[in-house]
């Protein structure tokens, strides 16, 4: 349809978008606290009856849990004949929204300051569900494909049954494009599609030197103590330059992109004086190579620490991983890096804890070529540039793998100041006028 015409429907209907957005965000849904199981149940409610109210048919709130939590939504309408159909992806839990204290505006009453909605989930990701609404919204009657609207109740907990709702609606679910709307883009005024995320492999390292702990003054000097093995094997895993040492993890390549020295300092949150790590351009540092963060350490106090020779310590390691690696590989990697590493014979443990498997997307075809359209258009010609996120998401790789016939496209709400999962979550709303456009005209590309 007419560009300049559905530009018009979709900036008439911004003004009950954000209203709908407002009362999902003065939901509670955070799916990590069980006290707030309620909430979640309520948010799901709330999406459903949006659909409802919009047309959408077989509107279900469904769960894959016995008990009912983590309550997705699912609506559809289906397609014309020989129309794709398009599945639009978001999610209605929340991160949870910790220390009100830190935040500016209270987390859970939509509050706008200098052009941005402050909330927890304004952005990620009742921005996403919305923008969805109001690009059918503005299609009405125009709406020239099938839409199935998937939106989950549990991302932020790691989408523990996504594969399990999946498989059980899969008839439903099944789409010629997949739309995830839950990345960001690269800038204010600079459009992205996501096409690759690292993955993630956690495990737990530990080492045991002693059988008890023992004086430092009668045994130090001669028996090794279990946090002086742990730093050095620790340090081994780094090269000089701060950048990974672990042999066999594989290293992949990212856009050509340049992230100015100045916004990479304010966002990095690095202080004064402290250089950054790594070597090649930063997105390659950020997207395309693995990186390795110790997370946690189990050792003894500093206050109240006796002079003693420590028996055990432990450290949790985060190790991200590039596109194109698997969790399979890195994990022996990593294992087998531990192993020939441990200092004076020490007894190592290794516990994996956590995995997800990085993703590369096949950013061509038909669905990209309109998707690149769209985008450009909604931003007055600056065209997307394929993006990588540093980040896991590991229900995008479910998706792929659920649905290898699909053409992907990871979008979203998200700029680099919105602070999703931190304290002052905000949505930018002239960058969400630009997101929903952008959907609306992909849509409308699609039926074309
Ligand atoms: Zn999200």
């Known amino acids: 349809m007419d560009i300049d ?23 509670e849904s955070v799916s990590a606290d069980p006290a707030r199981a309620a909430e979640v149940q309520r948010s799901a409610e709330a999406v459903a009856t949006l659909f409802s109210a919009e047309g959408f048919e077989d509107v279900q709130v469904v769960s894959a849990r016995d008990d009912g939590r983590a309550p997705a939504v699912i609506a559809r309408k289906p397609a014309p004949d020989g129309k794709p159909t398009v599945l639009l992806y978001a999610h209605h839990d929340v991160q949870p929204e910790n220390d009100h204290a830190e935040w500016d505006s209270p987390p859970f009453e939509p509050t706008e300051r200098d052009g941005r909605l402050y909330g927890r989930g304004a952005a990620d990701d009742k921005a996403g569900i919305v923008a969805h609404l109001g690009a059918v919204r503005a299609l009405g009657e125009d709406l020239g494909v099938g839409v199935t609207m998937f939106i989950e109740g549990e991302e932020e907990v790691g989408s523990d049954t996504l594969a399990d709702l999946l498989a059980e609606h899969r008839e439903t679910l099944a789409a010629d494009v997949i739309v995830i709307a839950d990345s960001g883009n690269w800038d204010i005024g600079v ?24 004086h430092s003054g009668m045994w130090g000097g001669l028996v090794p103590d279990a946090l002086m093995t742990l730093t050095r094997l620790l ?25 100015p020295a100045d916004r990479l300092r304010a966002e990095s949150g690095i202080a004064p004086g402290v250089g950054f790590i790594g070597h090649g351009s930063v997105v390659e540092r950020l997207w395309a190579q693995p990186s390795l963060t110790i997370t946690g350490l189990d050792a003894p106090k500093v206050d109240g ?29 990593l294992r087998a890096h531990l192993e020939q590493h441990v200092p004076f014979g020490a007894e190592l ?20 070529d309109a998707a690149r359209k769209a985008f450009t258009d909604a931003w007055d010609g600056v065209q997307p540039i394929d993006m990588g996120v540093g980040g896991s998401i590991p229900f995008i790789a479910e998706f792929l793998e659920s649905f290898p016939r699909a053409s992907v496209l990871v979008t979203g709400v998200e700029d680099p100041d919105t602070r999703a999962h931190g304290a002052n979550e905000g949505l930018h709303l002239a960058e969400f006028e630009r997101v929903c456009l952008a959907e609306a005209f992909l849509l409308s590309n699609l039926a074309d």
């Open 5 to 27: 015409e559905l530009r018009a429907r979709v900036t008439a209907e911004l003004p009950r978008i954000r209203q709908d957005l407002e009362d999902l965000v003065r939901i």
């Open 305 to 333: 620490a006796s002079n003693t020779l420590t028996a055990s310590a432990r450290a949790k390691l985060s190790l991200r991983i590039a596109p194109g690696d698997t969790t399979e590989n890195a994990l022996d990697c």
């Open 349 to 368: 443990s290794f516990e994996l804890v956590d995995t997800g498997e990085a993703t590369q997307i096949d950013a061509t075809g038909p669905a990209y």
């Open 191 to 214: 459009p992205a599609l996501t096409t690759s995320l690292r993955g993630l492999v956690r495990v737990d390292v530990g080492v045991r030197t002693l059988t008890h702990a023992v």
């Open 235 to 259: 340090t081994t895993l780094y090269d000089e330059d701060g950048s990974v040492a672990v042999a066999g993890l594989h290293t992949g390549t990212a856009a050509d992109v340049d992230y």
